[in-house]
């Protein structure tokens, strides 16, 4: 069975960390380029961050940029989103998602996770 887990939400101050993972079942990573969305209440789902294939390309979201940063580890079939200096406004349920093409784009994703919540409050 094809899978995509991710791992690693929860709730965190503002200007707090956190680190979410998202890992593979049945199928290999290396294929696909890796896509972080998320979807806040009431909002459309978004795209936040996306890895090429080999990990040597990266975009952001404007939202994010210098807060967030994504990697892939293709040996553990795992990608990661380092959320640093974290806002209220980053709240949402948090999805990775996997596919052929390399953009932030919800249209192009293959394969979905189930989610993680990120709730950033004080």
């Known amino acids: 069975q094809l899978q995509l887990v991710e791992s690693g939400g929860g709730l965190v101050q503002p200007g707090g960390s956190l680190r979410l993972s998202c890992a593979a079942s049945g199928f290999t990573l290396d294929y696909y380029h890796i896509g972080w969305f998320r979807q806040a209440p009431g909002k459309k789902r978004e795209g936040v961050s996306c890895?090429?294939?080999?990990?040597?390309?990266?975009i952001y979201a404007d939202s994010v940029k210098g807060r967030f940063i994504i990697s892939r580890d293709n040996a553990k079939n795992t990608v990661y989103l380092q959320m640093d200096s974290l806002k209220p406004e980053d709240t949402a349920v948090y999805y990775c998602?996997?596919?052929?093409?390399?953009?932030?784009?919800?249209?192009?994703?293959?394969?979905w996770g189930q989610g993680t919540q990120v709730t950033v409050s004080s």
């Open positions: 998602a996997a596919g052929p093409v390399y953009t932030l784009l919800p249209t192009f994703v293959q394969y």
């Open positions: 890895i090429s294939r080999s990990g040597g390309a990266t």
